[in-house]
């Protein structure tokens, strides 16, 4: 297959691994995070680790979609799909994500409410197109490359005058999480994590191009090399990374760039401008409070915005005490740190959002990498 | 992805390695068979641009072949990689 086999081949794997590891500085360390959690699922998948010298070290970040979301957020959706009359609609991962009192859509939906996994916002709108009868809710997640479909999904069904169709929105966005990571008092308060250098994610910089990280290369002196999904993308940015590091630039470089222009994909973020607004505050699971982090439905699509339609408050909760979620999103944890991992929290039994969804750190670490630490 | 064939003003359907899906590719500008995109919840993101994608190769296919050599030539081939 053309644009992927190229960049899963082992013999430029071998090629960039003896370039890591000659031009790597013995004397230092290289911490470097990738903010993506299709990234952290990558790194692990394809043993991105196993390739790389001792002083280089991967510091997974809170990309993951399904991750960062607090537990009072999916509270709200488990209460909205629980409501007479509703069918919810979900993308397949937040389902099994546990919320207070040991809730889950999933058990929700096993005591009778009506929730349907959908893989796009077309599958939402045709929910709604089909149940007239019924109040079709949308629970929109995700950073900036689930916006653009949400938004068009309103937009049609404002067109359509789609009077039963609505969006739970918990959009987020990348900029604000990785300024967060680098400065607010909040994270610094709960223990941050020294980072050199940051891989940027590939679908979100693809929608918001690469003009919005030149802040943080300038600002926090911090090199960014924003990389595509497969491994040998990825073995390819930690190489620039290093170069930028040994010789003292902080710059924006593109690995990407067959997909990742400097002002990316400009009909999607017209298309999420014209809907959505910056919410002055919102709550992410192991961030702690961010103002201006997410969006919110504009006042002009307020009749399509499930939290104004039916009324429903944000009650805060902070989930499972025991659960290390919180500081693995932060990359001050591994998830092997966390006393639950592998024994009472498995993906077959999650107990915390990273356990959830594929784009997870402990995921991850648990379906390619618990073994690992056992062969060194 | 593909684009195999466009089968509405902002839908089209996509191949990957023989799967068939439709999408949406209101997303892009001037979707045409034979573009490929990048695909994220059933919407195209982008096309993926060819002349960059083979100045990337290019890039690697240039990249560490010396290093390699140095690291089989010093016995090193057999431990942690390279």
Same mark, same amino acid.
């Given at each position: ?80 799909? &629980? ?75 404002? &067109? ?47 929608? @918001? ?111 499972? &005490? ?5 500081? @693995? ?48 | ?82």
């Amino acid at each position: 297959m053309k644009h992927l086999d190229e960049y899963r081949d082992a013999e430029t794997a071998r090629r960039l691994a003896a370039s890591i590891h000659r031009e790597a500085d013995t004397d230092r360390r290289y911490r470097l995070m990738e903010f993506c959690g299709g990234h952290t699922h990558a790194i692990f998948r394809y043993g991105i680790e196993d390739l790389l010298p001792a002083n280089i070290e991967m510091v997974h970040g809170p990309g993951c979609p399904v991750c960062v979301l607090p537990t009072g957020r999916l509270d709200m959706a488990i209460r909205l799909a &629980k409501r007479d009359g509703v069918i919810l609609a979900s993308y397949g991962d937040m389902l099994r994500v546990p919320g207070s009192k040991g809730q889950s859509l999933m058990k929700a939906k096993a005591d009778g409410a009506d929730i349907r996994m959908v893989y796009s916002t077309l599958d939402a709108l045709k929910l709604a197109e089909a149940n007239p009868d019924r109040e079709v809710i949308f629970f929109a997640i995700g950073f900036e490359t689930t916006t653009p479909p949400t938004a068009l999904a309103i937009e049609a069904a404002a &067109k359509a005058k789609l009077g039963n169709f609505s969006v739970f929105c918990n959009h987020v966005l990348t900029p604000s999480a990785i300024a967060a990571i680098l400065e607010a008092p909040a994270v610094r308060d709960l223990g941050a994590v020294e980072i050199d250098g940051f891989l940027g994610p590939a679908h979100v910089s693809v929608v @918001i191009g690469s003009q919005p990280y030149e802040f943080f290369a300038e600002e926090y002196r911090k090199p960014v090399a924003i990389s595509g999904f497969e491994p040998i993308d990825i073995l390819q940015s930690i190489l620039m990374l290093v170069r930028q590091l040994n010789e003292g630039r902080a710059e924006v470089e593109n690995q990407y760039i067959r997909a990742v222009t400097r002002d990316g994909n400009l009909r999607a973020k017209q298309a999420v401008s014209r809907i959505f607004e910056l919410r002055r505050d919102f709550e992410w699971r192991g961030l702690g409070h961010i103002p201006y982090s997410a969006l919110r439905l504009k006042d002009a699509y307020a009749a399509f915005d499930a939290e104004r339609r039916f009324d429903e408050p944000y009650i805060a909760s902070e989930g499972n &005490k025991a659960c290390a979620c919180p500081a @693995i999103l932060r990359g001050a944890k591994k998830p092997t740190d966390c006393r639950l991992f592998g024994s009472v929290c498995t993906p077959e039994t999650p107990l915390g959002s990273c356990m959830v969804s594929s784009e997870g750190a402990c995921a991850a670490y648990y379906s390619y990498g618990r073994m690992r630490e056992r062969t060194q | 992805m593909k684009i195999v064939a466009l089968t509405g003003p902002e839908t089209a359907k996509v191949s990957l390695g023989g799967i068939v899906k439709e999408i949406s590719i209101a997303l892009i500008d001037d979707p045409k068979p034979g573009d490929y995109v990048v695909l994220h919840v059933g919407y195209a993101l982008a096309k993926i641009d060819e002349a960059e994608a083979e100045r990337t190769l290019a890039l690697l296919a240039a990249e560490g072949s010396d290093a390699l050599a140095e690291f089989s030539a010093a016995g090193e081939a057999t431990e942690a990689p390279p």
